[in-house]
């Protein structure tokens, strides 16, 4: 029962609040986290997993010791509220979808190129709208739903450890020289990790919009996305919505191609709002589980 009131605080605090303003734990840790990289970093995958292990593993031990003191609800709370990136995602593309609707093409990149990590000055209106959904599908897992999992599973270490290594997986889990060796261990970890979460992410999709389509496109797109778990929750997602993803995408000067995701329309303004709205459906839909968990848990 505390699990619960503490999620369901970490929540309303989240909604009321959103991500402080000056300073973020997150933003902090990639710091370090670049510092440590540009420090001690070799084309060895063993290299990768000491610095991971070295940066990740005393904060999961920080929060298991608070976790368990008198008061350890509290710092439980504060961890779980920082983690979860809510509010900050709609607000996010909320700027995007403003910013398209006002024929601003400029404010649009802007907007988008604090949600994605392509070259966001050669995307028009179409791939503007179209990264924006895509990282309104993902980052919902990874800074929402994933985030939840790992605490029902495993309290705020599980948090601390899950948040931390999809940090690392987003710095250093690019398949280019640099990162190909050195970034396989939080790659491969995050994966690991985003197993499980990631499926229930697609069927919480699902289950929020057009439910037959998306099983579709998660059964039919999903192995084609390079990411094994991004495709199953950016394919039920996308076809949830009824909208395409994928196609060419700039990144470091390139243009890469994608394979498509799910089938309808093509993305705009509207497309991006109505990702905001299946994001918080599908979160909607796991609270219900998650309180007829508890119905159950306390009754029988």
Same mark, same amino acid.
Request: hydrophobic share 55%; glycine share 12%.
């Given at each position: 029962?505390?699990?619960?009131?503490?999620?369901?605080?970490?929540?309303?605090?989240?909604?009321?609040?959103?991500?402080?303003?000056?300073?973020h734990?997150?933003?902090?840790?990639?710091?370090l986290?670049?510092?440590?990289?540009?420090?001690?970093?070799?084309?060895?995958?063993?290299?990768? +997993?000491? *610095?991971?292990? /070295?940066?990740? @593993?005393?904060?999961?031990? &920080?929060? #298991? !010791? =608070?976790?368990? %003191? $008198?008061?350890?609800?509290?710092?439980?709370?504060?961890?779980?509220?920082?983690?979860?990136?809510?509010?900050?995602?709609?607000?996010?593309?909320?700027?995007?979808?403003?910013?398209?609707?006002?024929?601003?093409?400029?404010?649009?990149?802007?907007?988008?190129?604090?949600?994605?990590?392509?070259?966001?000055a050669?995307?028009?209106?179409?791939?503007?709208s179209?990264?924006?959904?895509?990282?309104?599908?993902?980052?919902?897992?990874?800074?929402?739903?994933?985030?939840?999992?790992?605490?029902?599973?495993?309290?705020?270490?599980?948090?601390?450890?899950?948040?931390?290594?999809?940090?690392?997986?987003?710095?250093?889990?690019?398949?280019?020289?640099?990162?190909?060796?050195?970034?396989?261990?939080? +790659?491969? *970890?995050?994966? /690991?990790?985003? @197993?499980?979460?990631?499926r &229930?992410? #697609? !069927? =919480?999709?699902? %289950? $929020?919009?057009r439910?037959?389509?998306?099983?579709?496109?998660?059964?039919?797109?999903?192995?084609?996305?390079?990411?094994?778990?991004?495709?199953?929750?950016?394919a039920?997602?996308?076809?949830?919505?009824?909208?395409v993803?994928?196609?060419?995408?700039?990144y470091?000067?390139?243009?890469?191609?994608?394979?498509?995701?799910?089938?309808?329309?093509?993305p705009?303004?509207?497309?991006?709002?109505q990702?905001?709205?299946?994001l918080?459906?599908?979160?909607?839909?796991?609270?219900?589980?998650?309180?007829?968990?508890?119905?159950?848990?306390?009754?029988?």
């Amino acid at each position: 029962m505390s699990t619960f009131l503490i999620l369901i605080g970490a929540l309303i605090l989240d909604r009321l609040f959103g991500d402080p303003r000056r300073f973020h734990p997150l933003a902090g840790f990639g710091q370090l986290a670049a510092w440590a990289e540009s420090r001690w970093h070799a084309p060895s995958r063993v290299r990768g +997993a000491l *610095l991971l292990a /070295a940066l990740v @593993l005393p904060w999961v031990a &920080l929060a #298991a !010791l =608070g976790a368990s %003191l $008198a008061w350890g609800w509290v710092l439980t709370l504060a961890i779980l509220t920082l983690a979860i990136g809510w509010r900050s995602l709609d607000e996010h593309a909320e700027v995007v979808a403003e910013a398209l609707e006002k024929d601003d093409l400029s404010g649009a990149r802007t907007g988008v190129g604090m949600l994605v990590s392509r070259d966001t000055a050669a995307l028009d209106a179409r791939g503007v709208s179209g990264a924006t959904i895509e990282s309104v599908l993902e980052n919902g897992n990874d800074a929402l739903f994933a985030t939840i999992f790992w605490f029902l599973v495993a309290g705020a270490p599980g948090v601390v450890a899950y948040r931390l290594v999809n940090t690392l997986d987003a710095m250093w889990g690019y398949r280019n020289d640099r990162f190909r060796s050195f970034g396989w261990a939080a +790659a491969r *970890l995050d994966d /690991a990790m985003n @197993l499980i979460p990631a499926r &229930l992410t #697609a !069927l =919480g999709y699902a %289950l $929020a919009g057009r439910g037959r389509d998306a099983l579709q496109c998660w059964r039919e797109q999903a192995a084609g996305w390079k990411s094994p778990n991004a495709g199953p929750v950016m394919a039920a997602g996308a076809g949830a919505l009824g909208v395409v993803l994928g196609g060419a995408a700039p990144y470091g000067g390139q243009r890469e191609w994608r394979p498509r995701l799910g089938m309808g329309r093509m993305p705009d303004a509207a497309g991006i709002r109505q990702a905001v709205e299946l994001l918080d459906r599908a979160l909607a839909i796991w609270m219900a589980f998650i309180v007829a968990g508890v119905i159950v848990v306390v009754l029988f």
